[in-house]
C-alpha cells in the first residue's frame, strides 16, 4: 500500500537533515513511484531538510563537512526527480542572473535557489561562487537579465550586495534591474537598508519574490 504524501515528504526531509544519501534516493524514487509532483517533493520535502541543516549550521551544531554530506544527499534525490519536473513553459521568459557574492564559496542555498527558479519558468544565468561584483553588472548587461540574485551565507562578505546595487547605480542603469538578495545573514531590513527590490530567507519564498518582482518588471 502507497504510503501518505506526508510521510514521503518528511522522510525526504530527514533522510537530508540526517545526512543519508541511500534513504533520499530510494524514498525520491517511491515519491515518483507514488504519483507525488516532483516539484512537490523538492520544494516540501528536500529543501526543507537542507533548511533545517542550514538552521544547525547557523547553531554550530552542524559544520561545513555536515552540510556537504546533507547536499550530497539532496543532489542524489534531485537526479531522480529533475525529469520528472514539470517546468512552466512560458515564451516571455524573465531573465535572471544569480551567484553568491565575492569572498564567500558556500553555495547550497544558493543551488536550491536556482533550482527552484528554472522549475518555475525563468531564464537563470547561474555565475557560480565567489563572484566578483562586477561581473553582477556586466552578466546582466550582457544578456538583458530582469532580476540579479545575490546569496551570500557570511557576514563578512553581506556588503558586496550593496556595491553591487551602487555600481548599477553608477551606470545609471539601476532601473533596469530588480535585485533580490538572500543568505543567512540576511534580513528584510538589510535589504531595505541596501535598496534592494525584494528579499528571500528561503528557496520558495525566493520564488514568490522573483515572481512579484517580474510581474513588476512587466507591467513596467
Known amino acids: 500500500m502507497a504510503r501518505e504524501r506526508e ?8 533522510s537530508v537533515l540526517n545526512m543519508n544519501e541511500d534513504l533520499a534516493v530510494s524514498v525520491a524514487r517511491e515519491a515518483i513511484k507514488a504519483g507525488l509532483d516532483a516539484f512537490d517533493a523538492i520544494a516540501n520535502g ?10 544547525l549550521y547557523e547553531e554550530e551544531e552542524y559544520f561545513v563537512p555536515e552540510l556537504l554530506i546533507c547536499s ?13 519536473l514539470n517546468r512552466e513553459n512560458d515564451q516571455t521568459k524573465i531573465g535572471c542572473v544569480i551567484g553568491v557574492v565575492e569572498g564567500d564559496t558556500h553555495d547550497i ?15 537563470i544565468y547561474d555565475l557560480g ?5 562586477a561581473h553582477f553588472v ?14 551570500t551565507l557570511m557576514t563578512t562578505t553581506m556588503d558586496g550586495m550593496s556595491t553591487v546595487i551602487e555600481m548599477l547605480k553608477e551606470e545609471g542603469i539601476r532601473d533596469r534591474f ?22 528571500a530567507g528561503n528557496a520558495a519564498n525566493a520564488v ?12 513596467a
Open 129 to 133: 561562487r565567489n563572484v566578483p561584483l
Open 178 to 199: 530588480k535585485v533580490l538578495v538572500g543568505g543567512g545573514p540576511i534580513s528584510q531590513a538589510f535589504a531595505d537598508r541596501i535598496g534592494a527590490d525584494g528579499y
Open 46 to 55: 528536500l529543501v526543507v531538510g537542507m533548511n533545517k541543516a542550514g538552521v
Open 208 to 219: 514568490r519574490v522573483a515572481k512579484a518582482l517580474s510581474a513588476r518588471v512587466v507591467a
Open 138 to 151: 556586466e552578466k546582466a548587461k550582457e544578456v538583458d537579465a530582469q532580476i540579479i540574485c545575490l546569496s
Open 109 to 123: 542555498g544558493k543551488n536550491l535557489v536556482k533550482i527552484m527558479l528554472d522549475v518555475a519558468g525563468f531564464e
Open 72 to 84: 550530497d544527499a539532496l543532489y542524489a534525490a534531485l537526479e531522480i526527480l529533475n525529469p520528472h
Open 7 to 14: 510521510d514521503i515528504l518528511k522522510d525526504l526531509a530527514e
